[in-house]
């Protein structure tokens, strides 16, 4: 697996977390309603998953692992064969993003991927968007006019809560989808 691969790959996740953050209304600690019953929203949680990126003919795919808890999270992006692509910690202290032996750090998970990838990332509505806590289909429109379509289907419940089992993003003959194998609330 090349490095161009697994950075285009990350850099692609990262698009899609900003666009689906983008694309969510404000957050609030309401309880979700879903079509038969009501769900909570977990603010800490595991989530494992697969990603695949297509841009015309080029389909790429890896891994990635995120972890959210009160005092920490973490999201290690990896490649299929399971070797650690890149790293995003936050915690209390700030914001780290670590590459290999590269190592950046900054206030907040906005302010590194914005000065990196040139997206800033809001998790906190990412984490809602998985579990369904704001609209399950939306068009977003990019600051280069470029329209998107985010899509989260096929829920499942885990006790009071719940999480989707695939996310979707996609513009033209780009594509990004998530795939979620492993969701627990903590």
Same mark, same amino acid.
């Given at each position: 697996?090349?490095?161009?691969?697994?950075?285009?790959?990350?850099?692609? +996740?990262?698009?899609?977390?900003?666009?689906?953050?983008?694309?969510? !209304?404000?957050?609030?600690?309401?309880?979700?309603?879903?079509? #038969?019953?009501?769900?909570?929203?977990?603010?800490?949680?595991?989530?494992?998953?697969?990603?695949?990126?297509?841009?015309?003919?080029?389909?790429?795919?890896?891994?990635?692992?995120?972890?959210?808890?009160?005092?920490?999270? @973490?999201?290690?992006?990896?490649? !299929?064969?399971?070797?650690?692509?890149?790293?995003?910690?936050? @915690?209390?202290?700030?914001?780290?993003?670590?590459?290999?032996?590269?190592?950046?750090?900054?206030?907040?998970?906005? #302010?590194? @991927?914005?000065?990196?990838?040139?997206?800033?990332?809001?998790?906190?509505?990412?984490?809602?968007?998985?579990?369904?806590?704001?609209? +399950?289909? @939306?068009?977003?429109?990019?600051?280069?006019?470029?329209?998107?379509?985010?899509?989260? #289907?096929?829920?499942?419940?885990?006790?009071?809560?719940?999480?989707?089992?695939?996310?979707?993003?996609?513009?033209?003959?780009?594509?990004?989808?998530?795939?979620?194998?492993?969701?627990?609330?903590?």
């Amino acid at each position: 697996m090349n490095s161009r691969f697994c950075t285009g790959c990350a850099q692609s +996740l990262l698009l899609a977390i900003s666009l689906a953050a983008c694309a969510a !209304p404000g957050r609030d600690a309401a309880p979700l309603r879903g079509p #038969e019953t009501t769900v909570a929203y977990a603010s800490a949680f595991v989530l494992a998953g697969r990603i695949s990126v297509r841009v015309g003919d080029r389909i790429d795919s890896g891994s990635v692992r995120w972890s959210r808890n009160a005092n920490e999270e @973490t999201i290690g992006f990896y490649t !299929p064969l399971g070797s650690q692509v890149a790293e995003f910690k936050r @915690t209390a202290a700030g914001v780290s993003l670590i590459r290999g032996l590269d190592r950046q750090d900054s206030a907040s998970v906005a #302010e590194l @991927t914005e000065a990196l990838f040139g997206v800033a990332i809001d998790l906190d509505l990412l984490a809602r968007l998985v579990q369904g806590a704001d609209a +399950l289909q @939306t068009r977003w429109v990019s600051a280069d006019g470029r329209e998107w379509r985010l899509q989260a #289907e096929e829920f499942s419940a885990a006790g009071p809560h719940r999480h989707a089992r695939r996310v979707s993003i996609e513009s033209g003959d780009a594509r990004v989808r998530l795939v979620i194998d492993e969701w627990q609330a903590l």
